[in-house]
């Protein structure tokens, strides 16, 4: 029988332990660059926020309301979703105006009332300040190389099979919540939106990019519930872009194509398409006449089936001297299409311009990690209060939109800073609910956002927030079960990396559907 070796002594051997991590945390702490345990400060230095206030006009003349204090006042409004029911957002002048004074009463500044808090947060003005504040910051977190080195290797890879340098890889979608009906005109609702009464009668539209390397959102159009989508899709040369089902057109694909991108997206079962190869279970299939992509749908679900086709993107018009119409040449462009089981539409297509030195089953995985920008969607509404904006000014609407992705960008940037540091994955959920709900561990965020803007109260210091979330128990990923790790995004990275490192296209599991659940999240 073999020998075990257990501590005759539990509470010696508990101590021991205690002693051991809190060395570790030592070393990992005196180990990390300088530069990154004061690395809030680098996303928003006090010189340039005055520079974009002079930009937007906002220190013309003096006033009583400190411009920094009311940009936080609206950031912890943000971070504080518990304040409403759940259905609406916690904004109203009230609540920012109550943040303002506390943060002006403990700095020993003049405190004002509701109504001047009231008239400053509904300029023009204030808007275009806390677009650029966003826009400088997600800049500056972008310039500090926070990536993962699983995402660099795996760009890497990716970069070495197309011969090419792929940068980067930026999931695409829309995200829709309702705004007070006074506002139709400026953002009117979508047609789905209008049947479910008339408190939907204006939709406010978050056209979003997210990057995947960086893991924050890298663009960022603000738009009504009628968007078409398709148009706030910006290709990047050098990018590879994931996209569900809306943005599936032969036009975009050549658009990607002219902007020297790629595009992954989820196709469609009636395609329009010419056939130029057919590939099942890895062999080419010779006979294809007559076929069309449909019919290849209907085949057993446990084959592996690829195709080649070729469709029509567009239409060249050819004038003479005169500018009369001669000629018309329809354009074409080669795609791959491979076959999905959708667990909800059953099969359908996963079309993309990527060259065929990319396997099938690494072109599944990229259309897996899509669902990281519903996961940042899903952050946005339920730890930084973007929901229903009911205030009947535009400008205050708008506001309230780039408070929560300021507030979630500063949140995110500290969460990842605590993990470099302790060399451990967090919880995003079980840090931001930390702060939220937990008393005797205090509130971080309200901490992590007056030092972005420079208004911290002595003794408050970057270190200090990020020893709190690094060191806590509370904030480790817990276990997974075998089915929620295989819808995680960890587990869709290292379906990547192996899928990468084989090329031959002959392995893989292409049974898996590429969509999780949002219930399982």
């Not at 977190?141 to 926070?146: N, R, S």
């Not at 990019?209 to 899709?233: C, K, M, Q």
């Not at 791959?336 to 996963?350: C, F, L, M, Q, Y």
């Not at 990275?493 to 399982?520: F, I, W």
Request: proline share 3%; aromatic share 8%.
């Amino acid at each position: 029988m073999p020998t075990r070796n257990f501590p005759q002594n539990v509470p010696q051997a508990q101590a021991a332990c205690s002693l051991l991590l809190k060395q570790s945390y030592t070393e990992a702490e005196n180990s990390c660059s300088t530069k990154l345990l004061v690395a809030i400060n680098a996303l928003m230095s006090r010189q340039k926020f005055v520079s974009l206030l002079k930009k937007v006009g906002l220190i013309e003349r003096k006033r009583k309301i400190d411009p920094a204090l009311l940009v936080c006042a609206m950031l912890l409004t943000a971070a504080c979703p518990k304040i409403s029911d759940g259905t609406v957002n916690g904004y109203d002048v009230e609540a920012i105006a109550g943040h303002y004074n506390e943060l002006a009463r403990n700095r020993g500044l003049e405190e004002v009332a509701d109504t001047a808090v009231e008239y400053h947060i509904k300029k023009p003005a204030f808007t275009e300040l806390m677009q650029l504040c966003f826009e400088h910051m997600t800049k500056q977190a972008i310039d500090l190389h926070l990536e993962s080195e699983e995402m660099l290797s795996i760009l890497e890879q990716v970069s070495n099979a197309c011969g090419r340098n792929i940068f980067d890889i930026i999931a695409y979608d829309g995200s829709y919540f309702r705004c007070h009906s006074s506002l139709n005109r400026y953002f009117p609702a979508s047609r789905t939106a209008h049947k479910e009464g008339s408190l939907a009668v204006a939709q406010i539209g978050l056209q979003a990019g997210y990057s995947l390397r960086h893991s924050l959102f890298a663009s960022i159009d603000i738009t009504g519930g009628n968007a078409y989508e398709p148009d706030y899709v910006h290709f990047v040369p050098n990018t590879i872009s994931l996209c569900d089902a809306a943005f599936t057109s032969y036009a975009q694909f050549e658009e990607a194509e002219l902007n020297g991108a790629f595009q992954v997206s989820k196709g469609k079962t009636n395609m329009a398409a010419k056939i130029v190869k057919v590939t099942i279970d890895g062999r080419e299939v010779k006979n294809t006449q007559g076929k069309k992509p449909k019919d290849y749908l209907r085949y057993d679900v446990s084959q592996r089936i690829e195709l080649v086709v070729e469709a029509i993107c567009g239409t060249s018009l050819i004038t003479n001297s005169e500018g009369v119409v001669v000629d018309k040449i329809k354009r074409t462009i080669k795609l791959r299409a491979i076959r999905i089981k959708d667990p909800e539409k059953g099969s359908t297509w996963v079309m993309t311009n990527l060259p065929e030195a990319i396997s099938s089953e690494a072109v599944l995985t990229l259309m897996r990690l899509r669902w990281v920008i519903e996961r940042a969607f899903l952050n946005l509404k339920s730890h930084n209060n973007l929901r229903s904006a009911l205030t009947k000014s535009r400008y205050l609407a708008k506001s309230m939109v780039w408070a929560s992705l300021i507030t979630a960008l500063i949140k995110s940037f500290t969460i990842r800073c605590a993990e470099i540091i302790y060399n451990r994955e967090l919880s995003t959920r079980k840090c931001n609910k930390q702060d939220q709900y937990s008393v005797e561990l205090g509130n971080w965020s309200s901490k992590v956002i007056t030092l972005a803007f420079n208004r911290a109260l002595p003794g408050v210091s970057f270190k200090g927030v990020l020893q709190l979330l690094g060191k806590s128990k509370r904030n480790g990923i817990s276990k997974p079960s075998v089915k929620n790790q295989k819808r995680s995004t960890k587990h869709h990275l290292d379906e990547l990396q192996l899928a990468l490192g084989c090329m031959s296209g002959n392995g893989g599991l292409l049974a898996l559907s590429y969509k999780p659940m949002l219930k399982a999240l």
